[in-house]
T-cell receptor, first 114, second 111 residues
Framework: IAGITQAPTSQILAAGRRMTLRCTQDMRHNAMYWYRQDLGLGLRLIHYSNTAGTTGKGEVPDGYSVSRANTDDFPLTLASAVPSQTSVYFC?????????????FGPGTRLTVL | SQQGEEDPQALSIQEGENATMNCSYKTSINNLQWYRQNSGRGLVHLIL?????REKHSGRLRVTLDTSKKSSSLLITASRAADTASYFCATSGGSNYKLTFGKGTLLTVNP
């Protein structure tokens, strides 16, 4: 089934633990993104990747890291989770070709850091 | 910082009425997009309007863009209960593909 999958669906994590959120797309899109969504703040870009092998920082990158070893996968890692990272995380992708690009979103991961 | 800002934050209407949501932004854009998010789900793209376009239609959706006022509006005609969702505008500028999202308008359509 074409689209974006995220795992896990939800997670409760103790502060200080390391956590990797997984994101996979099968649309062969060049560009991928990680957002966090918090009540009253909307969606904020954490990191992005325009193509495999490259990544860039978004609006709120601190405390997060990403890698883009191949076209399909774009994992987000929290090296040492803190309660302020409690949020809903969305992965998205877009064709990344010349011209305007719509983004396709995954179903999200709800993360609670205690 | 947020680029797009939607107005109103929340809107409640009766089924069959039209719903209008507005978006204002601060800097030059290449295009503006509208997305919909049902509760607990990911965002879904609705419509894209380029900076050189003034109006665009898609089914019951009508989007306008006024670059001189740095604003856009999304009109949903003949609303249905199933249109209940949050609606976000997102702007794109520069040479990359990144989008900057607003905080959204929560639309409730009462049957």
């Amino acid at each position: 089934i074409a689209g974006i999958t995220q795992a896990p669906t939800s997670q409760i994590l103790a502060a200080g633990r390391r956590m990797t959120l997984r994101c996979t797309q099968d649309m062969r899109h060049n560009a991928m993104y990680w957002y966090r969504q918090d009540l009253g703040l909307g969606l904020r870009l954490i990191h992005y990747s325009n193509t495999a092998g490259t990544t860039g920082k978004g609006e709120v990158p601190d405390g997060y890291s990403v890698s883009r070893a191949n076209t399909d996968d774009f994992p987000l890692t929290l090296a040492s989770a803190v309660p302020s990272q409690t949020s809903v995380y969305f992965c998205a992708s877009s064709p990344g070709l010349a011209g305007p690009n719509e983004q396709f979103f995954g179903p999200g991961t709800r993360l609670t850091v205690l | 910082s947020q680029q797009g800002e939607e107005d109103p934050q929340a809107l409640s209407i009766q089924e069959g009425e039209n719903a209008t949501m507005n978006c204002s932004y601060k800097t030059s854009i290449n295009n503006l997009q509208w997305y919909r998010q049902n509760s607990g789900r990911g965002l879904v793209h609705l419509i894209l309007i380029r900076s050189n376009e003034r109006e665009k239609h898609s089914g019951r959706l009508r989007v306008t863009l006024d670059t001189s006022k740095k604003s856009s509006s999304l009109l949903i005609t003949a609303s249905r209960a199933a249109d209940t969702a949050s609606y976000f505008c997102a702007t794109s500028g520069g040479s990359n593909y990144k989008l900057t999202f607003g905080k959204g308008t929560l639309l409730t359509v009462n049957p």
